[in-house]
Protein backbone atom coordinates (compact mmCIF):
# COMPACT_ATOMS: atom_id res chain seq x y z
CA UNK A 1 0.00 0.00 0.00
CA UNK A 2 1.37 3.45 -1.35
CA UNK A 3 1.50 6.31 1.70
CA UNK A 4 2.50 9.56 1.17
CA UNK A 5 2.65 11.32 4.53
CA UNK A 6 3.36 14.83 4.67
CA UNK A 7 4.06 17.17 8.21
CA UNK A 8 5.52 20.25 9.15
CA UNK A 9 2.92 22.34 8.32
CA UNK A 10 1.56 24.93 10.85
CA UNK A 11 1.04 28.90 11.55
CA UNK A 12 3.98 31.44 11.24
CA UNK A 13 3.98 35.22 10.77
CA UNK A 14 5.00 36.88 7.69
CA UNK A 15 8.70 36.08 6.70
CA UNK A 16 8.69 33.25 8.48
CA UNK A 17 9.85 29.68 7.81
CA UNK A 18 9.13 26.46 7.60
CA UNK A 19 9.89 23.01 6.72
CA UNK A 20 7.61 20.71 5.43
CA UNK A 21 7.89 16.99 5.45
CA UNK A 22 7.01 13.59 2.87
CA UNK A 23 7.50 10.54 3.68
CA UNK A 24 6.92 8.22 1.39
CA UNK A 25 6.60 4.04 1.67
CA UNK A 26 5.19 1.17 -0.44
CA UNK A 27 7.01 2.51 -3.55
CA UNK A 28 10.82 2.47 -5.10
CA UNK A 29 10.83 6.01 -3.87
CA UNK A 30 14.38 6.19 -5.52
CA UNK A 31 12.62 5.71 -8.80
CA UNK A 32 10.07 8.65 -8.17
CA UNK A 33 9.58 12.07 -8.73
CA UNK A 34 8.28 14.29 -6.58
CA UNK A 35 6.11 17.35 -6.10
CA UNK A 36 4.43 19.58 -3.90
CA UNK A 37 1.00 21.38 -4.98
CA UNK A 38 -1.26 23.94 -2.95
CA UNK A 39 -4.40 24.54 -2.67
CA UNK A 40 -6.00 27.79 -0.88
CA UNK A 41 -9.63 27.86 0.13
CA UNK A 42 -12.04 28.56 -3.02
CA UNK A 43 -9.09 27.67 -5.66
CA UNK A 44 -7.87 24.77 -7.71
CA UNK A 45 -4.95 22.97 -6.05
CA UNK A 46 -1.41 24.49 -8.12
CA UNK A 47 1.72 23.54 -8.88
CA UNK A 48 4.40 24.52 -6.72
CA UNK A 49 7.63 22.68 -6.87
CA UNK A 50 8.83 19.45 -8.30
CA UNK A 51 12.12 17.42 -8.30
CA UNK A 52 13.32 14.46 -10.51
CA UNK A 53 14.38 11.27 -8.60
CA UNK A 54 17.94 11.60 -8.76
CA UNK A 55 17.38 15.03 -6.80
CA UNK A 56 19.52 16.90 -9.69
CA UNK A 57 16.95 18.22 -11.35
CA UNK A 58 14.29 20.93 -9.34
CA UNK A 59 11.45 23.16 -10.89
CA UNK A 60 9.35 26.43 -8.56
CA UNK A 61 6.13 28.09 -9.48
CA UNK A 62 7.26 31.79 -10.09
CA UNK A 63 5.71 32.68 -7.26
CA UNK A 64 7.98 30.85 -4.86
CA UNK A 65 11.32 31.22 -7.14
CA UNK A 66 13.57 32.44 -4.87
CA UNK A 67 11.93 31.90 -1.09
CA UNK A 68 11.11 27.64 -1.18
CA UNK A 69 14.12 24.85 -1.90
CA UNK A 70 12.79 21.19 -3.00
CA UNK A 71 15.32 18.22 -1.63
CA UNK A 72 15.03 14.58 -0.97
CA UNK A 73 16.59 12.13 0.67
CA UNK A 74 16.09 8.55 -1.10
CA UNK A 75 17.88 7.07 1.99
CA UNK A 76 15.14 7.90 4.10
CA UNK A 77 12.56 8.04 1.24
CA UNK A 78 11.56 11.51 2.15
CA UNK A 79 11.31 14.80 0.35
CA UNK A 80 11.48 18.39 2.03
CA UNK A 81 10.03 21.86 1.08
CA UNK A 82 11.51 24.63 2.69
CA UNK A 83 10.26 27.73 2.55
CA UNK A 84 11.32 30.92 3.37
CA UNK A 85 10.02 34.31 3.51
CA UNK A 86 6.58 33.28 3.62
CA UNK A 87 3.84 35.27 2.74
CA UNK A 88 0.17 35.17 3.76
CA UNK A 89 -0.68 34.38 -0.18
CA UNK A 90 1.33 31.30 0.96
CA UNK A 91 -1.49 29.84 2.93
CA UNK A 92 -3.16 26.43 1.88
CA UNK A 93 -3.42 22.82 1.88
CA UNK A 94 0.08 21.23 0.85
CA UNK A 95 0.31 17.71 -0.78
CA UNK A 96 2.79 16.15 -1.98
CA UNK A 97 2.71 13.80 -4.78
CA UNK A 98 5.03 11.02 -6.87
CA UNK A 99 5.27 10.00 -10.19
CA UNK A 100 7.34 6.89 -11.62
CA UNK A 101 9.89 8.08 -13.91
CA UNK A 102 12.11 5.93 -15.94
CA UNK A 103 14.50 9.14 -16.29
CA UNK A 104 16.28 10.07 -13.58
CA UNK A 105 16.35 13.81 -14.77
CA UNK A 106 12.62 14.78 -15.04
CA UNK A 107 10.73 16.62 -13.08
CA UNK A 108 6.71 16.43 -13.28
CA UNK A 109 4.66 20.01 -13.27
CA UNK A 110 0.82 19.06 -14.61
CA UNK A 111 -1.08 17.54 -11.87
CA UNK A 112 -2.73 14.73 -13.30
CA UNK A 113 1.09 13.58 -14.06
CA UNK A 114 1.04 12.19 -10.69
CA UNK A 115 -0.42 8.79 -9.42
CA UNK A 116 0.10 9.13 -5.69
CA UNK A 117 -1.21 11.87 -2.96
CA UNK A 118 -0.38 12.67 0.46
CA UNK A 119 -3.45 13.84 2.51
CA UNK A 120 -2.04 17.33 2.65
CA UNK A 121 -0.60 19.36 5.98
CA UNK A 122 -1.84 23.46 6.47
CA UNK A 123 0.02 26.24 6.36
CA UNK A 124 -1.24 29.75 7.58
CA UNK A 125 0.80 32.41 7.69
CA UNK A 126 -0.75 35.41 9.64
CA UNK A 127 -0.46 39.10 8.32
Known amino acids: QVQLVESGGGLVQAGGSLRLSCVVSGLTFSRHAMGWFRQAPGKEREFVSAISWSGGSTYFVDSVKGRFTISRDNRKNTVYLQMNSLKPEDTAVYYC????????????????????WGQGTQVTVSS
Open 97 to 116: AAVYSSVGSYYYTKRAEYEY
